[in-house]
């Protein structure tokens, strides 16, 4: 069982150009939610989806666009890429209870 | 805005002793509390939940929580070389119901030394 999949794990991307994270669960759950982890920031929320067909607006959510076209898919989109979107981006879904559990991670390098 | 607050540490501790991790949180209406542990360059992994006042123990990992406090902390008895990590704390969001955002704290690194 996989859990949570993440794609690519790492990339490199010149400023301006477009960029999709795939994520992927097998777990279930309704609750997905992509985050972004900078040190000495944490992990912060960049948008989330309750369920598929609906998602909502975290933390930071300026220069990312998502879908939930269905359960098990969560992709994150930066349109125009910029130097400070460079950052560890994790996804996770969420279960009933609240726990959430993590994909491997993409890191994302903007030049 | 809701808050979490961590120490970020370094906690240096010696093997075999008891590190104590500590985390307060603002919103009072708090319900579910997590402990992730993070090791370097690799993803969060839960290792405790609690979300009634008291302790809650796990193998070498006692949660406790004090609402009254806004207070959760984690303590990992017996420590290990291999405890040694970032460890995070997350708070589920108010709302409940179908919204299961969390926010997490900058998390503490632990160092345990053989």
């Known amino acids: 069982i996989a859990g949570i999949t993440q794609a690519p794990t790492s990339q490199i991307l010149a400023a301006g150009r477009r960029m999709t994270l795939r994520c992927t669960q097998d777990?279930?759950?309704?609750?997905m939610y992509w985050y972004r982890q900078d040190l000495g920031l944490g992990l912060r929320l960049i948008h989330y989806?309750?369920?598929?067909?609906?998602?909502g607006k975290g933390e930071v959510p300026d220069g990312y666009s998502v879908s939930r076209a269905n359960t098990d898919d969560f992709p994150l989109t930066l349109a125009s890429a910029v130097p400070s979107q460079t950052s560890v981006y994790f996804c996770?879904?969420?279960?009933?209870?609240?726990?959430?559990?993590f994909g491997e991670g993409s890191r994302l390098t903007v030049l | 805005q809701k808050e979490v607050e961590q120490n970020s540490g370094p906690l240096s501790v010696p093997e075999g002793a008891i590190a104590s991790l500590n985390c307060t949180y603002s919103d009072r209406g708090s319900q579910s509390f997590f402990w992730y542990r993070q090791y370097s360059g690799k993803s969060p992994e839960l290792i405790m939940s609690?979300?009634?006042?008291g302790d809650k123990e796990d193998g070498r990992f006692t949660a406790q929580l004090n609402k009254a406090s806004q207070y959760v902390s984690l303590l990992i008895r017996d420590s290990q070389p291999s405890d040694s990590a970032t460890y995070l704390c997350?708070?589920?969001?108010?709302?409940?119901?179908?919204?299961?955002?969390?926010?997490f704290g900058k998390g503490t690194l632990l160092t345990v030394n053989p």
């Open positions: 777990m279930r759950h309704n609750a």
């Open positions: 996770a879904s969420g279960s009933i209870t609240g726990e959430l559990f």
């Open positions: 989806s309750n369920t598929a067909g609906t998602t």
């Open positions: 997350a708070v589920r969001d108010r709302t409940g119901g179908s919204n299961y955002k969390l926010t």
């Open positions: 609690i979300y009634s006042n």
